[in-house]
T-cell receptor, first 114, second 112 residues
Framework: ETGVTQTPRHLVMGMTNKKSLKCEQH?????MYWYKQSAKKPLELMFV???????ENNSVPSRFSPECPNSSHLFLHLHTLQPEDSALYLC?????????????FGQGTRLTVV | RKEVEQDPGPFNVPEGATVAFNCTYS??????FFWYRQDCRKEPKLLMS???SGNEDGRFTAQLNRASQYISLLIRDSKLSDSATYLC?????????????FGTGTKLQVIP
């Protein structure tokens, strides 16, 4: 199994739909992240969870709702999205307390809002 | 000042050239530093960690300058396959947790 797995890999949804992105990590990490990467733009940090507690929310619109039921799983619930929300959504995990905290990424979900 | 800053490029270099990227960071308490590579339409992957004494991995050399708060990546004898976006990553510590913070990335295009 790969370290960080994201599903689905591709998603097309209408503006009135509700969908969820799933991320699972098998690395025993305590920190998990959601990033957004739009075309030709850098990675934008959306949310940070540490030990299942949300520790950072970078002014993300409420139409994005994260959930971290345990340290291995992270969800991003989507509802009433806008076309400009179309992007690659990347999940990552890292050790929470180690000095050399490398982040491992999933392959991402490519989201298209129509 | 941004937490992590990079020159976005693009850097267009011929095969065989040597190219260097710098990345500055604002938090002097930062503890860990990395370079990631991101290929087009793929997820970022770790290229190498950056140690205080500097480190080398084949054609790649990473260095850290704590006094000036920057890290660098040197690529020697560039290959076409080195074409990618290189992301600087800094790990500050604060608020009881560590947060991996990415720079905007520097795009490298190696030309035949």
């Amino acid at each position: 199994e790969t370290g960080v797995t994201q599903t689905p890999r591709h998603l097309v949804m209408g503006m009135t739909n509700k969908k969820s992105l799933k991320c699972e990590q098998h690395l025993g990490h305590n920190a998990m992240y959601w990033y957004k990467q739009s075309a030709k733009k850098p990675l934008e940090l959306m949310f940070v969870y540490s030990l299942e507690e949300r520790v950072e929310n970078n002014s993300v619109p409420s139409r994005f709702s994260p959930e971290c039921p345990n340290s291995s799983h992270l969800f991003l619930h989507l509802h009433t999205l806008q076309p400009e929300d179309s992007a690659l959504y990347l999940c990552a995990s890292s050790e929470d307390q180690g000095r050399n905290t490398e982040a491992f990424f999933g392959q991402g979900t490519r989201l298209t809002v129509v | 000042r941004k937490e992590v800053e990079q020159d976005p490029g693009p850097f267009n270099v011929p095969e065989g050239a040597t190219v260097a990227f710098n990345c500055t960071y604002s938090n002097s308490a930062s503890q860990s530093f990395f370079w990631y590579r991101q290929d087009c339409r793929k997820e970022p992957k770790l290229l190498m960690s950056v140690y205080s004494s500097g480190n080398e991995d084949g054609r790649f050399t990473a260095q850290l300058n704590r006094a000036s708060q920057y890290i660098s990546l040197l690529i020697r004898d560039s290959k076409l396959s080195d074409s990618a976006t290189y992301l600087c990553v800094v790990n500050p510590y604060g608020g009881g947790y560590q947060k991996v913070t990415f720079g905007t990335g520097t795009k490298l295009q190696v030309i035949p």
